[in-house]
């Protein structure tokens, strides 16, 4: 379930670098700011800032989401990614909506920026075609590792780039004279940031509440199952999020005649290849004995103690007992310890049925070992 080694350090590695990338662009947005006396650069810089707080989100969970299950976390510790998710998804929705607020009351009150040096300009490119690169290389990682959290810590980067979009056009819009423009494009990007940050919140919310799988990703898991030789059915899929993994588990079923390990075999066998092809950490295998469905018609047939006792008095010797618990009903299948003659064989299986008058039989058979044969 926990990323290998290598996938960690990727991981750690590209966040690492956001929050170098993120320190030095906002040391120079807020000094070059200063300097060019552009308010507009001097606040991206301090909401550059803001990744930061992002980056230090990511970087504790990706610490404990690497860690081992133990006892007070028997599944593992993946759901501290999707927490984180949900923080990065909360933080988007609090900056976009903070720079629809501020946009809106700047248009509303008419104000305008003041005249600023190109140099504020230029910054505002670099910073730009800086957080877009940081963003295409954070979700390059967070693609190939598919994790939510580091995607979404990308998309904050990318809302970043969005914001420095703004300062640059609003810059650009001062230098020639259209004040107004930089409010206008802020209330649009404001609005897109909410859009990103609600989406992430509301996806992380679904994997915190056990949200199923897509409806398409569990027909795949589906056939995977149906694939594997020895399955005549499957129901009950269920399936919920850990994290960027996945908890599944299901209802198959199986030749009512198979043994235990054989049944056992089976469901091993579906694990492995369901985890070989799709992004699962746990899968819990039910095996069904033929189509049961009516678990309260089986559940009233007599236990095996019971059926044995009858047996072993209606036969007055050993024998071994082989049951079918079945929605016909029970069946029982009885093989001597000892060979006997056809005619004391039948009679000894009349004998069996007899006993067993109101166990719900759908079938009785009674066997010995062919002539010659010793205990």
């Not at 759901?79 to 509303?108: K, N, P």
């Not at 104000?111 to 190109?118: K, M, R, Y």
């Not at 799988?213 to 850990?242: N, Q, S």
């Not at 069904?288 to 236990?303: M, Q, S």
């Amino acid at each position: 379930m926990a990323r290998s080694n290598e996938e960690q350090r990727q991981a750690m590695r590209s966040t690492w670098i956001s929050v170098w990338v993120n320190v030095f662009l906002a040391s120079a947005q807020v000094a070059i700011g200063l300097f060019a006396r552009s308010q507009a650069l001097i606040a991206d810089g301090l909401h550059s800032l803001s990744d930061l707080v992002a980056d230090a989100v990511v970087l504790v969970a990706a610490r404990h989401s690497h860690a081992d299950a133990d006892e007070n976390h028997p599944y593992g510790h993946a759901r501290f990614e999707t927490a984180a998710s949900l923080a990065i998804g909360l933080i988007l929705l609090g900056t976009g909506v903070g720079m629809v607020w501020t946009a809106g009351v700047r248009l509303h009150d008419g104000q305008g920026i003041h005249a600023v040096h190109p140099l504020a300009l230029v910054t505002a490119l670099l910073t730009l075609l800086a957080k877009e690169g940081l963003f295409r290389y954070m979700r390059h990682v967070g693609e190939r590792l598919k994790s939510s959290m580091l995607i979404a810590n990308a998309w904050h980067a990318r809302a970043d780039a969005a914001s420095s979009l703004v300062v640059a056009a609003g810059i650009g819009a001062n230098l020639l004279g259209y004040h107004s423009m930089d409010s206008v494009a802020a209330v649009i990007v404001g609005f897109m940031i909410v859009k990103a940050g609600w989406s992430f919140s509301v996806d992380a919310f679904h994997s915190l509440t056990d949200h199923a799988l897509d409806p398409e990703e569990i027909e795949r898991i589906r056939k995977t199952v149906e694939a594997v030789g020895g399955v005549h059915g499957v129901h009950e899929l269920r399936t919920r999020r850990m994290g960027d993994w996945a908890v599944i588990d299901m209802h198959v079923e199986v030749d009512a005649h198979l043994t235990v390990s054989e049944g056992h075999y089976i469901a091993e066998q579906i694990a492995a290849q369901v985890k070989a092809a799709h992004r699962v950490a746990e899968c819990t295998v039910h095996i069904d004995p033929g189509t049961v469905r009516h678990l309260e018609r089986v559940l009233a047939l007599p236990p095996r103690a019971e059926v044995q006792a009858r047996v072993q008095a209606a036969l007055g010797r050993p024998a071994e007992l082989r049951l079918h618990y079945l929605d016909s009903g029970l069946e029982v299948e009885a093989e001597l310890a000892s060979h006997v003659t056809a005619a004391e064989l039948q009679r000894l299986q009349q004998a069996m049925q007899a006993a067993l008058v109101g166990a719900h039989l759908a079938r009785v058979r009674l066997s010995c070992p062919p002539a010659g044969t010793h205990a």
